[in-house]
């Protein structure tokens, strides 16, 4: 992987992010919402408001508001919440920190079931493992979050009292009771994504175990456990690892979903409360930070790639 591969490929996260941003800011600009009768309150002297405007910029052209929220994104100034009137930034990353979380147990839990599953349906194509792990995939496939969630509380924790239904409790405070609540909403955001990448390892093996190198190893009398997983798996997770960058893009769309099902207090939750109340400037950072934990994740699957395949060239 060449230095100029990796400057270019920062520059094109950056791009991607001031793209983000511009979108952002046009669009809460032009929401039925003003920031001084949101933070003084609709009973405020006119007076009152017009100084409000003043002194937080509102009255300067667009692209000048524009120009210094961005400067103070990148100094890590996210503004002054309208509803709440505290600092947008550490609110809004300890939110991130508890998604982070459901999202780390999630991937976790999605690749030590998925991975095996697809292994499992390309070994024994056309069996019943591979029928079962088919219809597995489609049914998980098909189901919304909202309805997975609806029945895993329906059945792990209305009728078998197995789990706690709701609520969130810090591992620092209480690693078993949070370990406890955290079950339901991982096993609802990593449903759609099992389905996904247990598919494509599945589909990717399949094409992998019939060509030639994989041929060539077997004739050499390599164990067949050897071939499958030294050889196939190897280059069969390659386009697995795209789809599970991508599927970050999903696991951020559920993440909002769960947290509000699940009552996280989350980045996702946060957004939610925040569209609601029209809260722009923790709007705008929420969006901005899960644009950001996008941009990063693939570009962590560009480099994976590279190191999983050396003749993967970038020049």
Same mark, same amino acid.
């Given at each position: +992987?060449?230095?100029?591969?990796?400057?270019?490929?920062?520059?094109?996260?950056?791009?991607?992010?001031?793209?983000?941003?511009?979108?952002?800011?046009?669009?809460?600009?032009?929401?039925?919402?003003?920031?001084?009768?949101?933070?003084?309150?609709?009973?405020?002297?006119?007076?009152?408001?017009?100084?409000?405007?003043?002194?937080?910029?509102?009255?300067?052209?667009?692209?000048?508001?524009?120009?210094?929220?961005?400067?103070?994104?990148?100094?890590?100034?996210?503004?002054?919440?309208?509803?709440?009137?505290?600092?947008?930034?550490?609110?809004?990353?300890?939110?991130?920190?508890?998604?982070?979380?459901?999202?780390?147990?999630?991937?976790?839990?999605?690749?030590?079931?998925?991975?095996?599953?697809?292994?499992?349906?390309?070994?024994?194509?056309?069996?019943?493992?591979?029928?079962?792990?088919?219809?597995?995939?489609?049914?998980?496939?098909?189901?919304?979050?909202?309805?997975?969630?609806?029945?895993?509380?329906?059945?792990?924790?209305?009728?078998?009292?197995?789990?706690?239904?709701?609520?969130?409790?810090?591992?620092?405070?209480?690693?078993?009771?949070?370990?406890?609540?955290?079950?339901?909403?991982?096993?609802?955001?990593?449903?759609? +994504?099992?389905?996904?990448?247990?598919? +494509?390892?599945?589909?990717?093996?399949?094409?992998?175990?019939?060509?030639?190198?994989?041929?060539?190893?077997?004739?050499?009398?390599?164990?067949?456990?050897?071939?499958?997983?030294?050889?196939?798996?190897?280059?069969?997770?390659?386009?697995?690892?795209?789809?599970?960058?991508?599927?970050?893009?999903?696991?951020?769309?559920?993440?909002?979903?769960?947290?509000?099902?699940?009552?996280?207090?989350?980045?996702?939750?946060?957004?939610?409360?925040?569209?609601?109340?029209?809260?722009?400037?923790?709007?705008?950072?929420?969006?901005?930070?899960?644009?950001?934990?996008?941009?990063?994740?693939?570009?962590?699957?560009?480099?994976?790639?590279?190191?999983?395949?050396?003749?993967?060239?970038?020049?």
């Amino acid at each position: +992987m060449s230095a100029s591969y990796l400057l270019k490929r920062v520059a094109l996260t950056f791009y991607t992010l001031v793209v983000v941003s511009l979108l952002v800011f046009a669009i809460t600009q032009v929401l039925p919402a003003d920031a001084a009768v949101m933070m003084l309150g609709e009973n405020a002297t006119r007076e009152a408001l017009d100084a409000l405007r003043q002194t937080m910029g509102l009255n300067d052209p667009v692209w000048m508001q524009y120009l210094h929220w961005a400067g103070g994104v990148l100094q890590g100034d996210f503004g002054i919440s309208l509803r709440t009137g505290q600092p947008v930034g550490p609110a809004l990353f300890s939110a991130l920190g508890t998604s982070l979380t459901l999202a780390a147990f999630a991937l976790v839990f999605m690749l030590i079931l998925a991975v095996p599953m697809g292994i499992v349906a390309a070994v024994r194509r056309g069996k019943v493992a591979d029928l079962l792990v088919g219809f597995v995939s489609y049914v998980g496939v098909s189901l919304p979050e909202f309805v997975t969630a609806t029945l895993a509380v329906l059945f792990l924790a209305d009728w078998w009292k197995l789990l706690p239904p709701a609520g969130y409790v810090p591992l620092t405070e209480d690693l078993w009771g949070g370990l406890q609540r955290l079950v339901l909403p991982v096993l609802v955001v990593s449903v759609m +994504m099992i389905a996904h990448v247990s598919r +494509m390892v599945r589909s990717e093996l399949v094409d992998v175990l019939h060509t030639d190198y994989i041929r060539a190893a077997r004739l050499k009398g390599l164990a067949p456990r050897r071939v499958l997983f030294r050889h196939g798996l190897r280059n069969a997770l390659l386009p697995t690892i795209t789809i599970v960058a991508l599927d970050v893009g999903y696991l951020l769309g559920g993440v909002i979903v769960v947290e509000e099902i699940f009552s996280i207090p989350g980045i996702g939750r946060a957004l939610m409360s925040a569209i609601q109340a029209r809260d722009l400037p923790v709007i705008q950072a929420g969006v901005m930070i899960m644009a950001a934990t996008y941009a990063l994740v693939n570009f962590a699957a560009d480099l994976a790639y590279a190191s999983l395949d050396k003749r993967i060239q970038y020049d």
